[in-house]
């Protein structure tokens, strides 16, 4: 049966957008024709974490609602390079646990993170959303991989626009950084579009 997983910020013992993360679960299960759900607050209320700092509390589940949970000290990491890999079949509508097809594209490139090219559009790196930044607003691609809940949090209170992002106009834009439940927006922690190694006219990117 397949496993997915739900990563949430939990930072001084308060849990984040856990609103979206049920949404999310809900939505997983109605699509999958299961009855119920599983409840975010009650599982974590029943780790009684009690530490203060950031962590990453990790549940993955089934559609039998069976649990695994871990409370992981979390840092933000910061990358050196990234690669545009292209794969125009790669599916991730579901946060599925299975991360084989991700892991295998990031062992075949030459860069510290991958950026998913499907059919010429920006989609999301293997683990987060992307913004990109034009001028002083800031946009994330309307090809997304996987909704998350930063972006939709970020969208719902208009921090940032949807907009089509291309292989053609991706160097329209200056900076680019990463979210996700763990990754803020955060103004301070921006790449320079150059820290992409292959954008399109200095060599061709992968296809996998």
Do not use: C
Not at 93 to 110: A, I, Q, Y
Not at 142 to 170: C, D, F, P, S, W
Request: proline fraction near 2%.
């Amino acid at each position: 049966m397949s496993q997915f997983i739900e990563s949430i910020k939990v930072e001084d013992q308060e849990i984040f957008l856990l609103d979206f993360h049920q949404k999310r679960v809900n939505q997983t299960f109605a699509h999958f024709g299961k009855e119920g759900s599983i409840d975010i607050l009650k599982i974590y209320k029943h780790l009684e974490h009690d530490e203060d700092g950031l962590f990453k509390l990790r549940i993955v589940y089934d559609l039998d609602k069976k649990v695994r949970t871990q409370m992981i000290p979390y840092a933000i990491p910061e990358i050196e390079d990234f690669q545009l890999v292209e794969n125009n079949s790669f599916d991730y509508s579901f946060k599925f646990e299975d991360r084989k097809e991700l892991e295998r594209m990031k062992m075949k490139s030459k860069a510290e993170e991958i950026i998913i090219v499907k059919n010429n559009h920006i989609t999301d790196t293997s683990f987060s959303n992307l913004l990109f930044l034009k001028g002083k607003d800031w946009f994330t691609p309307a090809t997304y991989l996987l909704n998350g809940v930063q972006r939709q949090n970020l969208l719902k209170h208009k921090k940032v626009k949807e907009t089509e992002i291309t292989l053609q106009n991706i160097k329209q834009f200056s900076h680019f950084q990463l979210i996700n439940a763990l990754n803020d927006f955060d103004e301070n922690f921006i790449y320079p579009l150059d820290r992409i190694t292959n954008l399109p006219g200095n060599e061709e990117y992968l296809d996998l």
